[in-house]
């Protein structure tokens, strides 16, 4: 595994370097929405310690990005009027990490409702803002 690198993406998003449309923060992680949603609501939550993957995190810190993981996850298919949630997460580029700060999608699922490939196609802004501002609300009360 390569040693994690300060200049990914997700360090910029998490240093406010550049912009996210972030619905929810506490002070192990950060949620917001992926820009390339296989489903309407994609989130990635992530951890503010420097983690490149699943390997590369103390246990203490992965329980308190799982424990997020597990409080936003409900709270978004509810918002979102879905049927359930999946969960993924990828390590290493061989099994389809594209950003190498490790990540957690939850992904909202609706009942004969196909996937849209792993990112691949840009959301419209306007949707993601909408989107993020019903969950926002949703993941704060
Ligand atoms: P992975 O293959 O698990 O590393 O996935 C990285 C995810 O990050 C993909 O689903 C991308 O669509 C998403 N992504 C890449 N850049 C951004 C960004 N600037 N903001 C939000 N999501 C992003």
Redesign the pocket.
């Known amino acids: 595994m390569a040693a994690y690198d300060d200049e990914n ?2 360090a910029k ?1 998490l240093r406010g370097e ?1 912009p ?2 972030k619905v929810y923060e506490d002070e192990h992680s950060l949620a ?7 489903a309407t609501g ?1 989130t ?1 939550v992530i951890p503010k310690v420097r983690a490149t993957d699943l390997t590369d995190i103390a246990t203490d810190d992965l329980g308190a990005l799982m424990g997020t993981v597990q409080t936003l996850a409900p709270k978004i298919r509810d918002a979102l009027g879905a049927d359930g949630f999946m969960i ?3 390590n290493g580029a061989g099994a ?5 700060h490790l ?1 957690i ?1 939850i992904i909202p699922r609706r009942a004969g409702e196909s996937l849209k490939p ?2 691949t196609r840009m959301e419209d802004k306007d949707v993601l803002a909408k989107t993020a501002e019903t969950l926002t609300a949703a993941l704060s009360a």
């Open positions: 993406i997700f998003i550049i996210c449309f917001f929405l992926d820009i390339m949603p296989r994609h990635l993924q997460q990828f389809g990490q594209t950003v190498f990540h999608h792993h990112g």
